[in-house]
């Protein structure tokens, strides 16, 4: 997915990410039922070891690869979910406009980084589930009917499936 020409290179970020697996695997098995238990300043405690953890790996990658092969690693680490959450958006509320995608792919992105860390698909599901809350606050406030704009988007779904 990279597509590194230089062995030594696509080995040395093989072995970065392999690392950062093995020590979140490390971290979660250590630290998620200390949170769970853990009062607001304890947790804040816990939480910023995983956050030094990603500092490390964010170095240590973007030492490696070009800001593309670095997104791409992000967004493989993900299961491509701001691509795939962004263009349902742009889809649902065809009329946003470009201050409104920045907006919402920012969002997305800053949740891509915090689900990067995530122990499970279901946790980085989660992230990115309190995120989009976040992101509907944000287009309700700009005066979007995300129902109404729900409906309407699986009208033009079916019609479109329709002409197939």
Known sequence: ALELSDDAKAQRVRGIVIAHY?????WHDGYDAKLKGA??????????????????????????LTPTQFERV??????????????????????????QKARILAMLKEAREEAMDG???GEKTA???????????????????LKQAGKDWAERRKLKEGKK
């Open 22 to 26: 093995r020590a979140l695997r490390d």
């Open 39 to 64: 009062g607001d300043e304890e947790a804040r405690v816990i939480r910023a070891t995983l956050k030094e953890l990603h500092g490390k790996f964010i170095v240590a990658l973007a030492a490696e």
């Open 74 to 99: 992000k967004d493989r680490m993900t299961y491509d979910t701001v691509r795939v959450t962004y263009h349902g958006y742009l889809e649902m509320l065809p009329k946003l406009t470009e201050v």
């Open 119 to 121: 122990g499970s698909s």
């Open 127 to 145: 992230i990115f589930g309190r995120f989009k809350g976040r992101i509907n606050n944000y287009l309700s406030a700009e005066g979007y009917d």
